[in-house]
Structures are given as C-alpha cells and as structure tokens.
C-alpha cells in the first residue's frame, strides 16, 4: 500500500478523532495531500488539502472543527476532527493531488461513526 | 462548479459499449477527470485532463469533451468495469459529480 490510514472508529457526537495517512514510496513535503470522505451510500466528498508548500484548504463543511497536518519525517498526514456530528459518519480517504486537482493513488480508507 | 452525471444507473452487458456524461455549470476547458470506485474499494482514476488515461488503464476506456460537456467511453464492457463512476473537474472545491452506477443488465 501506497497510502495507508488509520485511526478510524466510533466516536460520541462532540467527540475529537485523530486520523493518520502513512505513506509509502511518495515524499509528503514533495506533494500536495487531501482527505475526502464518504458518507455511507453516498458520493465523494472533498474535506481538506494540505498543500505542498505548506498552507492548507478546508471544505466549508469542515471548516474550524478539522485540522490537517503533515509530519515530514514520518511521512505522514493527519486529520484532527474536532466537534464531531453524526454528518461526519463516513469513509476517510487519504490521496496525493497531482496538479490541477487529480486524486492517485488513493488509500483504501478509514471509517468514522459518530453516534451516540 | 456543479457536476451532473448522466444517467444515474445504466444496466448494460457484457461486451456492450458504456457511455456515461458530465456536465459541469461552469466552463472547465478541458480540465476533466474520471475515476472508478468498486464496492469496498477506494476510487482510482481512470482519465484526466478529459482524455489521457491514467497508467494501467486499459485502452477500452477514453474519455472526450470540453468546456462543460464531457463523455467517458467504455468501448467493450468486461466484468471488471461494473462499477460506479465519478467525474471531477478543477475547482476550488475540488468537486465531483454525484456518480453514475454502471450495473450488469
């Protein structure tokens, strides 16, 4: 696996989750890096990007709750999920952004379950 | 930039040709992509900038169109290819259309 994530589970409405992306063969400080999501039955969903130059984007949805992060030493992204609602129930994919907003390759996702 | 893809679901069998549309509200020149997302898999692209397929995509798949009407082709559907499709075009939002469900008739 390219990009592996992690950190997925249940969590109470309000609750924080912190999601990883390892990744593999692919330099994160050389690459701009996203997280999408899907909710169950649902389309994709673009959450946030954490630019190669180091600023990063959210999706309006998300917007003051998550924060995306990068580790360059451990090639790594992560995704801090604050404030949590049961809308943020899904699938969490981790991919590279290739230019202007191409997504490959993709991780094979991590799921999220806020509820109560 | 709103994407509609069309139609929602198209039942098809094997050996057919597939073509599946997106329409995008705005103008995207030619900055297009597709991908393809199999029950319990992440999605992989399959086509960007409207026509240059990704590595490993095989040939019966191409893509056309400009500006806000774009098409994806599948020229002879094999087993592999039922799937739900997504297309993307360059945005801010970095959005996609709502897929199309492309099912064994």
């Known amino acids: 696996e390219l990009l592996l994530e992690s950190g997925g589970g249940l969590v109470q409405p309000g609750g924080s989750l912190r999601l990883s992306c390892v990744v593999s063969e692919i330099y994160v400080s050389g690459n701009s890096m996203t997280w999408v999501r899907q909710a169950p039955g649902k389309g994709l969903e673009w959450v946030a990007i954490?630019?190669?130059?180091?600023?990063?984007e959210y999706a309006e949805s998300v917007r003051g709750r998550f924060v995306i992060s990068r580790d360059s030493s451990n090639n790594t992204i992560y995704l801090q999920m604050n404030s949590l609602t049961p809308e943020d129930t899904a699938v969490y994919f981790c991919?590279?952004?290739?230019?202007?907003?191409?997504?490959?390759?993709w991780g094979q996702g991590t799921l999220v379950s806020v509820s109560s | 930039i709103v994407l509609t893809q069309s139609p929602a679901t198209l039942s098809l069998s094997l050996g057919e040709r597939a073509t599946l549309f997106c329409k995008t509200s705005q103008s995207v020149g030619f900055y297009l992509a597709w991908y393809q997302q199999k029950p319990g898999q992440a999605p992989r692209l399959l086509i960007y900038?409207?026509?240059i397929r990704a590595t490993g995509i095989p040939a019966r798949f191409s893509g056309s169109g400009s500006e806000t009407d774009f098409t994806l082709t599948i020229s002879s559907l094999e087993p592999d290819d039922f799937a739900v499709y997504y297309c993307q075009a360059r945005s801010d939002w970095r959005t996609f259309g709502q897929g199309t469900k492309l099912e064994i008739k």
């Open positions: 954490f630019h190669r130059g180091g600023t990063a």
């Open positions: 991919a590279r952004e290739l230019w202007p907003n191409w997504l490959d390759p």
């Open positions: 900038d409207t026509s």
